[in-house]
Structure formats: structure tokens, C-alpha cells
Nanobody, 130 residues
Framework: QVQLVESGGGLVQAGDSLKISCAAS????????MGWFRQAPGKGREFVAA????????YYSDSVSGRFIISRDDAKNRVDIQMNNLKPGDTAVYSC???????????????????????WGQGTQVTVSS
């Protein structure tokens, strides 16, 4: 299994932008769909965004669509998420994940859940102040 490490979290103000990254400390992203999830205090894990193994298809939750952009560079074993126009409701620990399924096909309307992913990073805290 690929081992994942997130970086780039921090404290920002509402309306600011922030990019967080995920790198493979062991193994490779190649062939994996990659996802970002978040968990706010007292709440369950929430899907944020995902990218197919080719990067040709991306998926976003309704709450971040139009504000967040997921991107990946398999040559660098890195997946980023650019977060724009941040809101206090985006405050959470953000974790990246890899599905561990070689080149699995996901349809255009696929609804990702944490059950789709096998490997997880420890997470990075993003705090948005009002």
C-alpha cells in the first residue's frame, strides 16, 4: 500500500486561498484514484474531491464545487488541492487517500465514499477564521 503524507495546512481568513498537498512517502500513486476527505470536530468524514488514475476525470462535493481544484502529478507522486474563497465551514482536518485498485473505472456520476479508499494519510489541519 502507498503511504501518504499531507502538508500545507494552516490558519487563514475567510475569503483566502490555500493549497494543501499530499505526497507518497512510500509506494506510488500510479494506477490509483486519489481522493481528499475532511473531518470537522464532532462530525464524520466528508468527501471533498477525487481524481481518477489518469487525472482525466475529477469529482467534487457540492459544498466545494467551483471553489476547490484537485490536481495530480504522478511523476512526482503528488496530489494537490487548491482551495479558494475559503469559508469558516471549511475548517477541518483534510486527509488524502488512494483507492488501491489498479485503474478502476469510475463513472461520471459516481458518488465516492471513504469505503472506496484503502490508504490514508494522517491529515493536515485547515482553520478558516471569520
Amino acid at each position: 500500500q502507498v503511504q501518504l503524507v499531507e502538508s500545507g495546512g494552516g490558519l487563514v481568513q475567510a475569503g483566502d486561498s490555500l493549497k494543501i498537498s499530499c505526497a507518497a512517502s512510500k509506494g506510488t500513486f500510479s494506477g490509483n484514484a486519489m481522493g481528499w476527505f475532511r473531518q470537522a470536530p464532532g462530525k464524520g468524514r466528508e468527501f471533498v474531491a477525487a481524481s481518477t488514475e489518469s487525472g482525466s476525470r475529477t469529482y467534487y462535493s457540492d459544498s466545494v464545487s467551483g471553489r476547490f481544484i484537485i490536481s495530480r502529478d504522478d511523476a512526482k507522486n503528488r496530489v494537490d488541492i487548491q482551495m479558494n474563497n475559503l469559508k469558516p465551514g471549511d475548517t477541518a482536518v483534510y486527509s488524502c487517500s488512494a483507492d488501491g485498485k489498479e485503474s478502476r473505472y469510475y463513472g461520471m456520476s459516481y458518488q465516492f465514499s471513504s469505503d472506496d479508499f484503502a490508504s490514508w494519510g494522517q491529515g493536515t489541519q485547515v482553520t478558516v477564521s471569520s
